[in-house]
C-alpha cells in the first residue's frame, strides 16, 4: 500500500513539473519592412523580446509596437 501512495505521489509531482515548463514557451514571428531584410521576433519566456536569438531586455509588447509605428510588419 506504500508503494502504491508513493507511486502515485511521485508521478503526481512529477506531472505538475512538467506542466510548469510549458509556462517558458518561446513564441517567434518573422517582421519585415522596405529597409531592412526579414528578421525573428521572439516573445522570451521572461516577457522580454530577442531579434534573431539576441535578448533586447525590452518587453515583448513594448518592443513590438515601436517597431510597428516604424513600419514594420511582423506576422506568421
Do not use: H, P, W
Not at 514557451?25 to 518573422?30: E, F, Y
Not at 519585415?32 to 535578448?55: K, M, P, Q, W, Y
Request: with cysteine; net charge negative; aromatic share 8%.
Amino acid at each position: 500500500m506504500k508503494k502504491l501512495l508513493f507511486s502515485v505521489c511521485s508521478i503526481t509531482f512529477f506531472l505538475s513539473l512538467n506542466s510548469c515548463k510549458k509556462d517558458d514557451a518561446v513564441t517567434c514571428t518573422t517582421c519585415t519592412s522596405a529597409d531592412t531584410l526579414s528578421f525573428e521576433l521572439c516573445r522570451e519566456s521572461d516577457g522580454n523580446a530577442s531579434v534573431n536569438g539576441e535578448n533586447t531586455g525590452t518587453a515583448y509588447d513594448a518592443y513590438l509596437s515601436d517597431l510597428q509605428g516604424t513600419g514594420v510588419e511582423c506576422g506568421s
